[in-house]
């Protein structure tokens, strides 16, 4: 059964600082992906994740992955209150294993103050 | 409307009714997927519809009932439901082949009294 744990579950910064948030997942998976939500409203996409070393970035947020390490992070740079959400990683089983099935972290809620 | 849309946004309902949610997807996308979001729990896999076929339940309660008539049309018909399947229900879509991306709609609250 495929575990996603995430850590911290939850974390208040101040802006302008630097932060990584960890995703770490139990079984083999080549594809990882980043979610945000903001209170009382769905799931965005944030980055989708297709191979070892892959980076993305956007804006302040970067995420990589390391499959040998089973291990993705989200890196947030000099943080600005707008980031305030909570953010997912999911995980997808091997493609030959039913591609669709993503698997959550329990979310890092995420609080940036001035 | 463009994304994926759900409704009702929100609904209370009571333990004996019956009730459906509905979630249509105008991405062209032929998975869909319901998902169930609770305080206590990380979020839930609970159907998966690939070419308007299921290929995942999860062990879900039978009081949970989905229906996918077509690609872009998905259901949740919910009856005799308890109170502790007081939550967000989230339909997401994708693509069913890589890179999978999956879209969410808006939700819908559900409470059960």
């Known amino acids: 059964e495929l575990k996603v744990e995430q850590n911290p579950l939850f974390l208040s910064m101040q802006e302008g600082k630097n932060y990584t948030i960890y995703c770490n997942y139990s079984?083999?998976?080549?594809?990882l992906y980043w979610y945000r939500q903001d209170p009382g409203k769905s799931l965005e996409s944030l980055f989708v994740?297709?191979?070892?070393?892959a980076v993305k970035q956007e804006g302040r947020l970067m995420a990589s992955l390391d499959t040998k390490a089973r291990l993705s992070t989200l890196h947030i740079t000099a943080a600005v209150h707008d980031l305030s959400a909570t953010y997912f990683c999911a995980v997808a089983p091997p493609v030959n294993n039913a591609g669709n099935m993503l698997t959550f972290g329990g979310g890092t809620r995420l609080m940036v103050k001035p | 409307e463009t994304g994926v849309t759900q409704t009702p946004r929100h609904l209370v309902m009571g333990m004996t009714n019956k009730k459906s949610l509905k979630c249509e997807q105008h991405?062209?996308?032929?998975?869909m997927y319901w998902y169930k979001q609770s305080a206590k729990k990380p979020l839930e896999l609970m159907f998966v519809y690939s070419l308007e076929e299921r290929v995942e339940n999860n062990s879900v309660p039978s009081r949970f009932s989905p229906e996918c008539p077509n690609s872009s049309h998905l259901f949740l018909h919910l009856h005799t439901l308890q109170p502790e399947d007081s939550a967000l229900y989230l339909c997401?879509?994708?693509?069913?082949?890589?890179?999978?991306?999956?879209?969410f709609g808006p939700g819908t609250r559900l409470t059960v009294t």
């Open positions: 997401a879509s994708s693509h069913d082949r890589g890179p999978y991306e999956q879209y």
């Open positions: 079984t083999t998976s080549d594809r």
């Open positions: 991405l062209g996308h032929n998975a």
């Open positions: 994740l297709l191979s070892n070393g």
